[in-house]
């Protein structure tokens, strides 16, 4: 590759995915490089909620639950992300908080073995996941054990026999790390446990195989790599052998055998619907559904190629910044689609890159993060914001 952005120019040209990032509502002149958080809109988007607002509820008032299919858009969108991340239909719900559903689905793999009495938590997941670990901990009376995922193998021979729930991150949230889920999860289960892995940075991301995998439960958001939109509700998988014993800790009308019965007590519903709760966020239901639509005709395998080799470029186009140093595992393997570099004062870097209309985040005090998805981010946005970063370090 060449370090110019005539050749960046080229590549983005005969890129085949290119078409993609029209169908993304991102300001001119602004370089979208923080989809790690917050996924730019998908042009179908606002369509999807203006036929929601007007015609389906404005329109159909409570028929909608059944005339536009409100019910069931739950599993309906749930098997849709079920594809991208490898999972067989019935086994994803969506709906509700990232941390709802991380409770739920904690607390519910600590009960599928209630004689285990260690849960095990990454100690460098994102904080909500620790402190939902710990509050499952206390409301179970578990012994938490929190450990950096290297040290997670050796954890798991000392506490063989006890492990219950084993609640991890697959792609590290500063770094851009990606675990061996089929590996952890297999080394999980021998020592007694149950997987959990929380899937926000990974979803749309990397290809995924929770199946193939024999993850026992996972969880992510939709507004990061999927741009579901800000505060787009979570999903919820649960391998099929365990939905006869899921035995979850907020429970609704929605997941009950016979919802309209009213009756008492909890009867929880067959399969996978069992994970509902109250009544979803049916709007934002919706933009989610429609934000799927490029990421799956372009394909996770394609994004992911395309993300890897802009990393390999921007890796490249970073090599001679004095100071700056790559945080993320160069081997592809080793990272997800975000790239993490260290460097002085990275807030006022993010804030000086900003001004310029190129949108990272940033980890106090020295991670600058930069998204590399494939979907929609190009060749020259990479070639011209390290030029900008040049000229801000400058």
């Given at each position: 590759?060449?370090?110019?952005?005539?050749?960046?120019?080229?590549?983005?040209?005969?890129?085949?995915?290119?078409?993609?990032?029209?169908e993304?509502?991102?300001?001119?002149?602004?370089?979208?490089?923080?989809?790690n958080?917050?996924?730019?809109?998908?042009?179908?988007v606002?369509?999807?909620?203006?036929?929601a607002?007007?015609?389906?509820?404005?329109?159909?008032?409570?028929?909608?639950?059944?005339?536009?299919?409100?019910?069931d858009?739950?599993e309906?969108?749930?098997d849709?992300?079920?594809?991208?991340?490898?999972?067989?239909?019935?086994?994803?719900?969506?709906?509700e908080?990232?941390?709802?559903?991380?409770?739920?689905?904690?607390t519910?793999?600590?009960?599928?073995?209630?004689?285990?009495?260690?849960?095990?938590?990454?100690?460098?997941?994102?904080?909500?996941?620790?402190?939902?670990?710990?509050?499952?901990a206390?409301?179970?009376?578990?012994?938490l054990?929190?450990?950096?995922?290297d040290?997670?193998?050796?954890v798991?021979?000392?506490h063989?026999?006890?492990?219950?729930?084993?609640?991890?991150?697959?792609?590290?949230f500063?770094?851009g790390?990606?675990?061996?889920?089929?590996?952890?999860?297999a080394?999980i289960?021998?020592?007694?446990?149950v997987?959990?892995?929380?899937?926000?940075?990974?979803?749309g991301?990397?290809?995924?195989?929770?199946?193939?995998?024999?993850?026992?439960?996972a969880?992510?958001?939709?507004?990061?790599?999927?741009?579901?939109?800000?505060?787009?509700?979570?999903?919820?998988?649960?391998?099929?052998?365990?939905?006869?014993?899921?035995?979850?800790?907020?429970?609704?009308?929605?997941?009950?055998?016979?919802?309209?019965?009213?009756t008492?007590?909890?009867?929880?519903?067959?399969?996978?619907?069992?994970?509902?709760?109250?009544t979803?966020?049916?709007?934002?239901?919706?933009?989610l559904?429609?934000?799927?639509?490029p990421?799956?005709?372009a394909?996770?395998a394609?994004?992911?190629?395309?993300?890897i080799?802009?990393?390999?470029y921007?890796?490249?186009?970073?090599?001679?910044?004095?100071?700056v140093?790559?945080?993320?595992?160069?081997?592809?393997?080793r990272?997800?689609n975000?790239?993490?570099?260290r460097l002085?004062?990275a807030?006022?870097?993010a804030?000086?890159?900003?001004?310029r209309?190129?949108?990272?985040?940033?980890r106090p005090?020295?991670?600058?993060?930069?998204?590399?998805?494939?979907?929609?981010?190009?060749?020259?946005?990479?070639?011209?914001?390290?030029a900008?970063l040049?000229?801000?370090?400058?």
């Open positions: 590759m060449e370090l110019t952005r005539e050749w960046a120019e080229r590549e983005a040209a005969a890129d085949p995915l290119a078409t993609f990032a029209k993304f509502l991102i300001p001119e002149g602004t370089l979208a490089l923080n989809g958080s917050l996924g730019p809109p998908a042009a179908g606002p369509v999807a909620l203006e036929n607002v007007r015609r389906q509820w404005g329109g159909h008032l409570i028929r909608g639950w059944w005339d536009d299919g409100w019910w858009a739950p309906r969108v749930g849709r992300i079920g594809r991208l991340i490898g999972a067989g239909p019935g086994q994803v719900v969506v709906g908080s990232t941390s709802v559903q991380l409770f739920n689905a904690v519910a793999a600590a009960r599928l073995v209630p004689e285990h009495r260690v849960l095990v938590a990454d100690a460098g997941n994102f904080p909500t996941d620790r402190y939902l670990a710990a509050s499952v206390r409301l179970l009376d578990l012994h054990v929190e450990t950096p995922m040290d997670l193998p050796g798991l021979d000392r063989a026999g006890e492990v219950g729930a084993v609640l991890c991150g697959a792609v590290d500063r770094t790390e990606l675990w061996d889920v089929a590996g952890l999860t080394a289960q021998r020592a007694g446990g997987a959990v892995w929380d899937l926000s940075h990974a979803a991301a990397v290809p995924l195989r929770v199946d193939d995998d024999a993850v026992d439960l969880v992510g958001c939709g507004y990061k790599y999927l741009s579901g939109g800000p505060g787009a509700p979570a999903f919820l998988y649960a391998a099929r052998r365990h939905h006869g014993d899921l035995d979850l800790p907020i429970t609704g009308w929605h997941g009950h055998a016979d919802p309209f019965a009213m008492d007590p909890f009867v929880p519903a067959a399969g996978i619907t069992r994970a509902r709760t109250g979803p966020q049916i709007l934002s239901m919706l933009a559904e429609a934000a799927l639509e990421l799956e005709a394909g996770v394609a994004v992911r190629d395309k993300s080799r802009l990393a390999e921007l890796f490249a186009l970073v090599a001679d910044l004095d100071g140093e790559v945080v993320t595992p160069r081997a592809p393997g990272r997800g975000h790239v993490t570099l002085p004062d807030v006022a870097v804030e000086a890159l900003l001004h209309g190129v949108v990272v985040d940033e005090p020295d991670l600058l993060r930069i998204c590399l998805n494939g979907l929609y981010v190009s060749w020259t946005d990479v070639f011209d914001a390290v900008h040049r000229e801000v370090l400058r």
